[in-house]
């Protein structure tokens, strides 16, 4: 499948790493090592970062996208510890979605995912969503259908016009890849991103699935990049880890400069 007009994208997610005395900082050495044309390139500091992070990018060419690393499915209410999607007004444009930490951590469900999806979008939030499979899944042949159960939990009650309009992103982050330093391979995480689009296919997306980038996330670094991105299926990468490494930022935007090149995208 080839992916010409989907945006490249690469997601920085600090998860719970930095202070707002030193987020500033990173995020602008980062942004001024990374002005590559045709890369979207977005930071998801901690909550309490996300204002530094957006002064800090507030003037960068091409701009620095700023993202949250996760809503709450209410709006307002009793909820103590938690942000809802339009507190982030002003803060963020992006949000990272069912990450498999908080599922893991938080218990968050496919069907609470959901709810989250639609506050993102009414709120004007770009969707990550985050799907992936255990290790014993893949072991077992089940990644596949796995992954297509998450989509089906998160996506069904909501609209694809409107989801696509919102510009879902899709993250495939394989959990046994998340920060263990073993990636997946380029070619089974194509295989899946190609699964991915033909699941939102038969859900009702028709021809729009093919429009939907997927990013793949575990592990990523400056040296394996590259076998990611040479996949046509691969529009991305969502890194958390090497996220926080100026180098090793710059060294993937760089790559995915390259793709955004031969795709005829960047100007
Ligand atoms: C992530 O946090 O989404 C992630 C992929 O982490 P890491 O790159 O460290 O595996």
Redesign the pocket.
Known sequence: MIGAMRDVIVAA?W?MHTTPADAGELASTIASRTREAGVIRVICPPFVCLQAVAQAVADDDPPVAVGAQNIHHELVGAYTGEVSAPMLAGLATWVILG?SERRRDAGETDELIGLKLGRAVDAGLRPIL?VGEQLADREAGRAGGVVDEQLAGALERHDPTALAGAGLVIAY?PVW???TGRNARGADASAMADGIRASLEQRGWGSRAADVPVLY????TSTNIDEFLAEPAIDGA?????SLKPDEVAGIVARAGMTARARGGAR
Do not use: F, T
């Open positions: 997610n998860k990450h985050c982050e890849a998340i920060g996330g575990g592990s990523v969502l890194v958390g880890g090497a």
